[in-house]
């Protein structure tokens, strides 16, 4: 038959068989590929996000292990443990009037019990949660019954009302500085206990666990207390546990966690500091803000924790965008009835919703990897897990999405593919009928060229496969891809050394605001803190050594400066002579701004004492400080500078220029800048056209 066939039908037919067997062959090979590739892209994204969450973890927990390991040890706080536990045991010469303890029982019986019923199936008697002991008892009157605020802001009582205790002075005297301590950290509470008694002395929210007993009270049976009582007879001054989230029923049935360190009078052991944390810290850092999509995990993924008991420690993402589809998802997973009770009640199934599959016990056991498994709805997901530690505590993070979902890209994917195939099957078989295949082949990979080179890759070529017309359109355009891919090169390394230079002159912010449109940069800042730094002596170092070689030491003098500013997180505006201007909460706005640019101030001292020395000369810097609003603006067209105004920069400037080598600083500045130091003061400086300010000096 194929022997009647002319030579052209042959050709023909040849090129009809190769044609459809290569497009059968690369649309399954492109299939393969491409499944494999979405499947691993799932994968490395869920990898990925979980190790980001991991880390974020780790160094919210390590956070929280130095703030209270430095609390821990600070004068305040051993000396606020000191008095107040002597103060708490002398209430047990004060015991309560009938009237009073009638007080007392009636708030546990109407108002703390029934709120905490509305959360937790509980219905427990008052007596069980009144301390024991009369000191507790007259210090929850005090504190909480006669308190005036709703409870969960008892907080708000700086003074206990009609005491006139040991306890109340100690009491006005500490509570304002651990207030500003909660307040500054972002804890939920600070709790100061007795290691003698294991009694709460102290607690800065006045919850119902004020003045119980951590040994045999009504909240001994917590995680709390447990970890108290394994850090009583610690030796080791720089120790630190951290508890586990629980539903701590002094916060209402809340999820809370602790973080605890001994505290040491001398080398005696003398209490235990616990600060709380609630877990709203860390559901945001886990959802970014209840913002999954954002994130890449798409319409059921989500990032969640699991406790060593096998339950939620995190929020779950269907019982907060849709939690009667999610309540139904758990009572169809087979979930007890009683626990989907408590989520509903709760709002969430953190610390009551278990979740048991292989993924879990995997990361419980400290290893991390993939798999796919049924979470706690019963839904088949791919899950990226790991764990997150922190001294003896361990949590699993599990980052997972719906099979389902994580799968339909590769059904999509299939779907084209075929698409494809069946489309150039026909396509292939009209061209090879009209046309030689060999004439259309070198034009067809010059247009993919072309298109792809158009699309903005460069790294393009095309193969040069003869010596006539299309060999030399070929030849042709490679030159222009490797042309246009040099000229892309240049011009990327010209865009990075101009932005390298424009971060070296200006402020992140103003960077940002250039970037933006924005030529002048002008941007008002409603707080941060200025330094404003003078070498006195400079002129006699000048004189002696010559202004060249004075140049050079200076110019290395201030670039010790600006590494110091860097650590700092203080950004330096300009250096002109034996003048230096810097900012702190500009760029990034730093709640501790006041603080960090005291600190940077003394660095600042101690790098001009170390050059002074070295220079054999008579150095000083006079530094004056303030904080308030400012104004910022890139001065100048084609060579500029960025400067601050404002009422903030001339007064740190006039502290600057009064003459005395020292560390000036306005009141607003000595109040947030916390224990950095002593100061000495006040002494008035005059600034022109104002009334004389009351400045300070750092000792």
């Known amino acids: ?259 605890i360190s001994p505290i040491f009078d001398g080398a005696r052991i003398i209490g235990i500091l616990a600060l709380k944390f609630p877990i709203d810290a860390v559901n945001k850092a886990l959802t970014n803000g209840y913002d999954w999509r954002a994130e890449g995990l798409g319409d059921t993924g989500e990032c969640y924790l699991v406790g060593p008991d096998g339950t939620l420690r995190s929020r779950s993402r269907g019982m907060h965008e849709h939690p009667q589809e999610f309540l139904a998802e758990l009572r169809s997973a087979g979930v007890s009835a009683g626990v989907v009770e408590q989520v509903e009640r709760q709002g969430s199934g953190m610390c009551v919703l278990p979740v048991g599959n292989a993924a879990v016990e995997e990361a419980l056991r400290g290893r991390s990897g993939l798999m796919q498994v049924r979470d706690y709805r019963g839904v088949p997901v791919s899950s990226a897990y790991g764990p997150v530690e922190l001294g003896s505590l361990r949590w699993a993070l599990m980052t997972e999405i719906d099979v389902a979902e994580a799968d339909a890209p590769i059904r999509r994917f299939g779907s084209k593919v075929f698409g494809v195939a069946c489309g150039l099957a026909l396509a292939s078989s009209l061209v090879a009928l009209l046309f030689a295949h060999l004439l259309t082949r070198p034009l067809a990979a010059l247009a993919d060229a072309a298109r792809r080179l158009g699309a903005g890759e460069t790294d393009v070529s095309v193969p040069v496969g003869s010596l006539d017309e299309f060999g030399q359109l070929s030849s042709v355009f490679n030159d222009m891809a490797a042309n246009i891919r040099r000229q892309k090169q240049e011009l990327e390394s010209q865009m990075r050394r101009n932005e390298d230079l424009l971060h070296s002159i200006l402020p992140a912010s103003a960077v940002e605001q250039r970037r933006a449109g924005d030529e002048r940069a002008s941007r008002e800042f409603a707080d941060v803190s200025v330094l404003c730094a003078e070498l006195v002596g400079l002129e006699q170092l000048c004189a002696r050594i010559g202004e060249t070689k004075a140049l050079a030491a200076v110019g290395d003098l201030v670039t010790a400066i600006d590494e110091a500013a860097d650590s700092a997180g203080v950004e330096k505006v300009r250096a002109i002579g034996g003048s230096y201007l810097a900012v702190c909460g500009l760029s990034v706005a730093r709640p501790d701004h006041a603080r960090r640019i005291v600190t940077f101030a003394r660095e600042v001292e101690r790098i001009v004492r170390v050059f002074a020395r070295d220079q054999q000369a008579d150095l000083r810097p006079a530094i004056g400080i303030n904080c308030g609003p400012v104004v910022g603006s890139v001065m100048g067209r084609t060579k500029f500078l960025y400067d601050l105004w404002g009422d903030t920069v001339v007064v740190a400037r006039r502290l600057a220029e009064s003459g005395d080598a020292a560390i000036h600083v306005t009141a607003r500045v000595r109040e947030r800048a916390g224990d950095v130091g002593e100061f000495r003061g006040p002494q008035p400086v005059v600034v022109e056209g104002r009334p004389p300010i009351e400045t300070w000096s750092l000792v």
């Open 1 to 259: 038959m194929l022997g009647r066939l002319r030579i052209q039908s042959k050709l023909i037919l040849l090129l009809l068989v190769v044609t459809l067997a290569s497009i059968a062959a690369v649309a399954w090979i492109g299939y393969a590929s491409g499944r494999d590739s979405l499947a691993q892209a799932t994968a490395d994204r869920l990898t990925a996000h979980r190790v980001g969450k991991t880390a974020t973890l780790d160094a919210m927990l390590r956070s929280l292990r130095n703030e209270v390991l430095s609390l821990s040890d600070t004068r305040r706080v051993v000396e606020g443990m000191r008095d107040l536990r002597i103060a708490f045991r002398d209430l047990s010469t004060r015991p309560l009037s009938p009237a009073e303890q009638a007080k007392l029982d009636d708030f546990y019986a109407t108002d703390f019990l029934p709120k905490l019923g509305q959360v937790l199936d509980v219905r427990p008697e008052p007596t069980q949660y009144i301390p024991d002991g009369v000191a507790g008892r007259v210090l929850q009157y005090r504190a909480i019954v006669a308190n005036p605020h709703p409870y969960g802001e008892k907080q708000e009582l700086a003074e206990l009302p009609d005491d006139d205790s040991a306890y109340a002075r100690v009491h006005a005297e500490f509570h304002p500085h651990f207030a500003r301590t909660v307040r500054i950290f972002g804890f939920e509470d600070l709790i100061l206990v007795d290691v003698d008694t294991l009694d709460i002395v102290y607690s800065y929210q006045k919850t119902t666990e004020l003045g119980t007993s951590l040994e045999d009270g009504p909240y001994a049976g917590t995680k709390l207390a447990a970890k108290v009582r394994e850090m009583r007879g610690d030796k080791d001054r720089d120790d630190y546990r951290v508890v586990d989230f629980e539903r701590y029923r002094p916060s209402l049935g809340r999820a809370m966690g602790f973080v």
